[in-house]
T-cell receptor, first 114, second 112 residues
Framework: EAGVAQSPRYKIIEKRQSVAFWCNPI?????LYWYQQILGQGPKLLIQ????????DSQLPKDRFSAERLKGVDSTLKIQPAKLEDSAVYLC????????????FGPGTRLTVL | DQQVKQNSPSLSVQEGRISILNCDYT??????FLWYKKYPAEGPTFLIS?????DKNEDGRFTVFLNKSAKHLSLHIVPSQPGDSAVYFC???????????FGTGTSLTVIP
């Protein structure tokens, strides 16, 4: 069974530029999560989708971050414009149901904002 | 505000000995706790969990203990093996199921 795929794996941009990350969850998984992990910290849940609906986006900085999950499968996370403090690893995870212990994580995208 | 804290950034243990990783939380509404293991350049993988109605859960070499009155949980690994060397994160979720917080992680090194 293929795992959670994310691309790109690495991205370097200048501040004020835009960037997008892509996630392909495990086939059949209804729930998809995006996390931000800043160096030295634990992952922070940014947004959780159930199929193509948003379950929780309370920690998503909506002034610059947006996410969508069209057709309830793939998802993209966008930052526009990026700030220096957005430098982090962005992790995508998926689960069959909505239990956190069922999450499978992708390898992450490391973003560096210069 | 860090709702889940792991105060030890790193821990070194001899192979075969016990590893004890600690985690504290501040929100009494958390009712489900999890431990994840993370290797470099990979995403976290689920290890073990415990519901707030229990005080202990065991899975092979891994045991999680929960002390609700102290808002503290710990992960015991016995015996520790070199392959256990990784970063361990504790996490907690709230009664609504829509709150989920990770701790800052503890890097475990098991010395052969």
């Amino acid at each position: 069974e293929a795992g959670v795929a994310q691309s790109p794996r690495y991205k370097i941009i200048e501040k004020r530029q835009s960037v997008a990350f892509w996630c392909n969850p495990i086939s059949g998984h209804a729930t998809l999560y995006w996390y931000q992990q800043i160096l030295g910290q634990g992952p922070k849940l940014l947004i959780q989708f159930q199929n193509n609906g948003v379950v929780d986006d309370s920690q998503l900085p909506k002034d610059r971050f947006s996410a969508e999950r069209l057709k309830g499968v793939d998802s993209t996370l966008k930052i526009q414009p990026a700030k220096l403090e957005d430098s982090a690893v962005y992790l995508c995870a998926s689960s069959l149901g909505s239990s956190y212990n069922e999450q499978f994580f992708g390898p992450g995208t490391r973003l560096t904002v210069l | 505000d860090q709702q889940v804290k792991q105060n030890s950034p790193s821990l070194s243990v001899q192979e075969g000995r016990i590893s004890i990783l600690n985690c504290d939380y501040t929100n009494s509404m958390f009712d489900y706790f999890l431990w994840y293991k993370k290797y470099p350049a990979e995403g976290p993988t689920f290890l073990i969990s415990i519901s707030s109605i229990k005080d202990k859960n065991e899975d092979g070499r891994f045991t999680v203990f929960l002390n609700k009155s102290a808002k503290h949980l710990s992960l015991h690994i016995v015996p520790s093996q070199p392959g256990d060397s990784a970063v361990y994160f504790c996490a907690a979720s709230g009664v609504t199921g829509n709150q989920f917080y990770f701790g800052t992680g503890t890097s475990l090194t098991v010395i052969p």
